[in-house]
């Protein structure tokens, strides 16, 4: 007479740590910063050609143009590393990286940040188009007349 033992039904993964849950929520941080940055290097870059328009004449760019560019650039690299990062040591670990509300709202604002990365990678191209005119025709009119 032969026991076979049942399958015992698999023990749920543990959840994070409270330190891994309050790393993640470095994310929608960063994916805030980000979105901030996008907006103020667009509200930079109308101003410089509001301000050249006025002038009738090319500047050059300003540096906060670049700044701010590059620092909505970096911020929205950085929450897409933290949360890959955050939730592949998770799993490593043996634990549910889906578990509790900190990871819904690190995913959420992961996917903000996967869309940051777009549009202030472009803003970063729109800057150094701005500064590629702005110095060749530095001096030049800009209006008729």
Known sequence: MTTEASPQPAAPAPRPSERWRMMILSVPLLSTAAILGFIASVSLSNGHHEFQSAACRYTLLPWTNF???????LAALLAVTVHLLMFRSARRAGQDPTHGWQSMVSTLFFAIACLMVLLTAGMVIVAHMDAAEAAANIGKPLCEG
């Open 67 to 73: 700044a701010v560019s590059y620092g909505g650039l």
